[in-house]
């Protein structure tokens, strides 16, 4: 009971003021904007103005606002005409004689200058400037301390502060950032003026005078009902938040839009010119491709010509025109060439190039006497005195390289024409010099296995000669079958080189009788039957002769068939028809015309008439028919040159 009526006395002492005070006297700087403010219609409105209607809600207890100037609310705190102030700094003078409660509001300040002032970072660099400044505000001391220079301006409240920045009065002022952007905004002066970074921050308090306490718990009692966040959101209300960007970002972001301009200016212009070296490149290597090419194609000529060197039977006209394709085609710069053969002084064409009809006119025939100091005579020795009178030969000819070929029987002519800007160089000499040892050794290698050929030559016709006389009967057949032969081969148009083969087949194809008695062979009736088998035993024997004789060995292959028949009946293996080597068959056909048209001792020869009427009846049995019909023509053809017209 006791405890409860001691609570009720101290409640009773406490508040007894109060309790039936009509209201609580709040004393409030009238322009003290967002906080408090009159606003276009003369009503006194602010963060302070809903903060206190939201007091009264929760405590119950009455508040009665009164805005003055600034200093007037600080004397009427001295003079005790007010219980409370509203939104104060605390500082050490203002604490000797204000107790105040738990801080609201946290409130940041800073430097406000005019944005044509550069270099404004700190208190310290404001010095030289007259600094705007409200009268008794705590912002004053703060800012002294730090710079005890400065030179202050003092206005009665913050609108004129920035009222007095605008007319140009001062360039630089410090003000709570809070007011400083509510009046910036409303004089529209935001971006006239910068803001630097705060140079400190305090807490807006509710204070009453010293001593009274009781005052002090009310108001803290009070507070205790109104949460953080609905402080913060009265604040939120109120301001603009303009967010603070140093002077630092935006020349830092303008510095980074420069560098990645630059960069993507540099890159592009990278691209472009790596696009402009990879297409040059590009170039070049298609370029070296197609001479790569071309090299290529002309080593591959080289090799086609080396191995036209080496190929004897490559008839010597179709050689040297193969060169002259060749030299027209390594020398672009030529216009026209003339392989010529020169009998004595004179020259003879055999192939041109380059020229059209008439070319011997524009050529051979007009003077020019200019041309002899022009010409690039590969080998100037031994010439024919041709040459001493070039000077009445060329006309339209600039310059021309003379290329002896086979030991000076062909001369081929390299010429530039007049008109044509080009030259020949050293590098073209010497290859027209390389061409010239290239001939040279075909004609050589050629010579060579002529001389071989002859000699094996020279050895079979001596084979030949013994076997005649061992044999009277063969004495010039081999020869005439060889002469029969070819003709049939040039019919059909055989190459040179079965046409070679079947001539030396020919001549050796019988050289088996030497294996046949010569009492056989020279007899002069005719044979029996068991005589005959000796006989025709020589194919085979031709061919062994033959066959160990690597360069004979085709010829022994043709030699063994050539008495096979069309018909199978033949040996010695009685093949027939295509089965029988074409080479053979041409063989058969010669020796069986030579044998008709020879005479022996058991028939007489016949003739050609009756050599055509034999062989039409053999025709399809014997031989193969569509040489018959060759066979046929050929001797009708000498009955035609024999027949006296
Ligand atoms: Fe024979
Ligand atoms: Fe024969």
Redesign the pocket.
């Known amino acids: 009971m006791f405890k409860i009526l001691l609570i009720l006395f101290l409640f009773i002492f406490l508040f007894f003021p109060y309790l039936f005070a009509e209201e609580l006297k709040v004393v409030l700087d009238r322009d003290y904007p967002p906080f408090t403010y009159i606003d276009e219609k003369g009503n006194l409105v602010g963060i302070s103005v809903e903060f206190w209607k939201l007091w009264e809600e929760r405590t119950g207890i009455k508040v009665k606002l009164i805005p003055v100037e600034w200093t007037k609310a600080y004397e009427m705190m001295k003079n005790k005409e007010a219980d409370v102030i509203d939104t104060i700094f605390k500082t050490e003078e203002r604490k000797e004689y204000l107790d105040f409660t738990k801080p609201l509001f946290k409130m940041t300040s800073s430097i406000y200058h005019n944005s044509k002032l550069h270099k404004i970072f700190s208190l310290d660099d404001i010095t030289p400037y007259l600094v705007g400044v409200k009268e008794k505000d705590a912002l004053i001391d703060i800012s002294l301390s730090k710079n005890p220079n400065l030179t202050f301006r003092f206005y009665k409240n913050y609108s004129d502060i920035v009222k007095g920045a605008e007319m140009g009065e001062i360039n630089v002022f410090i003000m709570d950032d809070i007011p400083a952007n509510f009046y910036l905004i409303k004089y529209d002066l935001l971006y006239k003026f910068s803001k630097t970074e705060p140079f400190t921050f305090n807490y807006l308090y509710l204070a009453t005078q010293k001593g009274n306490t009781s005052i002090l718990n009310i108001l803290n009692n009070g507070l205790s009902k109104i949460k953080a966040e609905e402080l913060e959101s009265l604040v939120k209300k109120y301001t603009v938040v303009e967010e603070y960007h140093p002077k630092w970002l935006g020349r830092a972001i303008l510095y980074t839009l420069l560098a990645v301009f630059l960069i993507i200016f540099f890159l592009s212009l990278f691209n472009r010119t790596l696009k402009r070296q990879v297409s040059i490149a590009t170039t070049k290597l298609k370029e070296s491709q197609e001479e790569l090419e071309r090299a290529v194609g002309r080593i591959w000529k080289i090799f086609a010509l080396i191995s036209d060197l080496t190929n004897i039977k490559l008839r010597e006209k179709l050689f040297l025109r193969r060169v002259l394709d060749f030299v027209m085609e390594t020398f672009p710069k030529i216009n026209s060439a003339i392989l010529f053969i020169l009998k004595g002084d004179e020259l003879k064409p055999l192939e041109v190039y380059g020229f059209n009809e008439g070319w011997e006119e524009k050529v051979l025939k007009v003077k020019d006497p200019s041309i002899l100091e022009k010409i690039n005579l590969i080998n100037k020795r031994d010439f024919p005195s041709f040459f001493q009178n070039l000077e009445d030969s060329f006309e339209n000819i600039e310059e021309l390289i003379i290329l002896p070929i086979k030991e000076k029987e062909y001369v081929i002519f390299l010429n530039i024409h007049k008109g044509n800007k080009e030259n020949f160089t050293e590098i073209d000499l010497n290859l027209a010099e390389w061409f010239e040892n290239i001939n040279s050794r075909f004609y050589e290698f050629r010579n060579f296995v002529k001389k071989e050929e002859t000699f094996l030559n020279r050895i079979i016709l001596t084979l030949l000669r013994a076997l005649e006389y061992y044999d009277k009967y063969?004495e010039g057949?081999?020869a005439r079958?060889a002469k029969y032969a070819i003709e049939i081969a040039e019919k059909l148009n055989l190459p040179g080189e079965t046409i070679r083969k079947l001539y030396w087949s020919a001549l050796v194809?019988?050289i088996g009788k030497i294996y046949v008695s010569q009492r056989i062979l020279n007899k002069p009736e005719r044979l029996t039957k068991e005589e005959y088998e000796f006989v025709k035993i020589h194919p085979v024997k031709s061919e062994e002769l033959l066959k160990d004789i690597e360069e004979l060995r085709e010829i022994a292959h043709i030699v063994r068939y050539?008495?096979e028949r069309w018909d199978g009946k033949g040996y010695p293996d009685g093949l027939s028809k295509e089965e029988i080597p074409l080479e053979s068959r041409i063989?058969a056909i010669a020796?069986a015309f030579?044998?008709m048209t020879s005479e022996r001792p058991y028939k007489r020869a016949l003739t050609l008439k009756e050599a055509i009427k034999e062989i039409e009846r053999c025709s399809g049995s014997q031989l193969d028919p569509k040489l018959s019909e060759i066979m046929i023509g050929i001797i009708k053809e000498e009955i035609f040159e024999k027949t006296p017209s």
């Open positions: 063969t057949h081999s079958v194809h019988d050539h008495h063989l020796d030579d044998a």
